[in-house]
């Protein structure tokens, strides 16, 4: 079957991909033939833990664009612990033999996969390293360095840009890359007003996102070739210190994770205007330290100070509703989250021992719906009965249109 692109409903994209069978559970009464919505039941269920740790606090996590590498920085020696996956198998590789200089606070991963960057404490509060197949070598430093205590760092979706996020004023250092040199641009002409714990592109590259201590705790600009350009605060801001934020895989909507109720904000933008929606019916407990979105756009991840550590939700348009917790959770509060790009596995870096921990994906059923309503506008996919059914059959179904 030919690929074709609709929108979904409220914003996003859904995909016909080819028909499939799927098998699931009526809740409701259908005839042969009849449209079916498909809600399916994930598990998230903790997989072993790897047997070499992180001997101290995981402050942040990252995984590599090819599902191959996790990086995982932590308060303690060698601060950066570097893992390679093989099936459900991640195993750490030996440290870089030059590492960070001090307690890791950001990692993050270039789009290719080929350069892996720390932010962290101590002098040159920056460690780049370049990936030669299972072998990480440290880069010379660039001639410029950040003004103190790196908290993140990310790159832009081309891998162009390396943003870090940083204790003192300019607070957000940009670099341009060329080749293995990494050359500072000049500071944005408004900067953002306190520390930056993280810092964010939109998919397209064309917005950075900064969240920091002290009013308006989010600082969004927009992009044009290496000049940034600060945009208006929303109208509504976040309550308190932004410590996490993302952007959705289409670039729609926003979420700020950070101190004081409701603890995590999510903002819609229409062209460069951010608008607050409503608060989610169910928060977090505490802090929203950090925030991932699922690579096809059905879910979002936030690591949270309180418990359960980490809250999974589900979203549809402009509605995220929050699902069950993981079987398993993190021990401690949760500081850093990340999604492989196959969507399978998730990570949570957190306070406690085992300091990470890892989950697959698993889909252990699937309902279906024969009609949607107002109580259901989250759903999975789309398609036609193979028979007629009734509420709690077992039946067949062809999916046509699978988000």
């Not at 990494?182 to 917005?207: C, E, Q, R």
């Not at 990570?347 to 698993?362: A, C, F, M, Q």
């Amino acid at each position: 079957m030919g690929e074709a692109i609709i929108t979904r409903r409220g914003g996003g994209k859904i995909e016909i991909v080819g028909q499939e069978i799927i098998t699931g559970v009526l809740s409701g009464t259908v005839n042969k033939f009849d449209t079916i919505y498909v809600d399916n039941i994930i598990n998230n269920d903790k997989l072993a833990n790897p047997s070499n740790l992180p001997t101290s606090r995981g402050n942040g996590v990252a995984f590599s664009k090819d599902n191959i590498y996790m990086a995982v920085v932590s308060t303690s020696s060698p601060y950066i612990l570097i893992y390679k996956r093989n099936v459900d198998i991640f195993t750490k590789l030996a440290n870089p033999s030059s590492l960070p200089t001090n307690v890791g606070n950001g990692v993050a991963f270039s789009p290719d996969g080929i350069y892996l960057a720390v932010a962290h404490q101590n002098s040159p509060y920056i460690a780049i390293y370049k990936r030669s197949g299972d072998t990480f070598t440290k880069l010379a430093n660039p001639s410029t360095l950040p003004s103190y205590t790196g908290y993140s760092i990310t790159f832009s979706p081309d891998g162009t840009h390396m943003v870090v996020g940083h204790q003192n004023a300019p607070f957000v250092t940009i670099y341009k890359r060329s080749g293995d040199t990494f050359t500072k641009l000049a500071n944005p002409s408004v900067l953002p007003t306190g520390d930056v714990y993280t810092v964010v592109f939109s998919p397209d590259g064309i917005y950075m996102s900064v969240v920091h201590g002290f009013a308006p705790f989010v600082t969004i600009y927009k992009r044009s070739g290496d000049t940034f350009t600060k945009l208006a605060n929303p109208s509504v801001l976040p309550t308190g210190t932004g410590r996490g934020i993302a952007f959705s895989p289409d670039g729609i909507y926003m979420v700020v994770g950070h101190e004081n109720i409701p603890y995590m904000s999510i903002y819609k933008r229409s062209g460069d205007v951010f608008t607050k929606l409503a608060d989610a019916t169910s928060l977090p407990n505490g802090t929203g330290n950090d925030v991932a979105f699922s690579n096809d756009g059905i879910y979002m991840f936030l690591a949270s100070q309180s418990y359960p550590y980490v809250c999974l939700y589900k979203f549809n348009g402009d509605v995220f509703t929050k699902l069950s917790n993981a079987n398993i959770l993190p021990v401690g509060a949760g500081l850093g989250v990340s999604i492989s790009q196959d969507n399978i596995y998730m990570s949570v870096s957190h306070l406690s021992s085992p300091y990470i921990t890892i989950y697959k994906r698993n889909i252990s059923s699937s309902n279906f719906y024969p009609a949607l309503n107002s109580t259901k506008n989250i759903f999975d996919g789309l398609g036609y009965a193979t028979k007629a059914g009734t509420i709690g059959q077992t039946i067949d179904m062809v999916s046509i249109f699978r988000q």
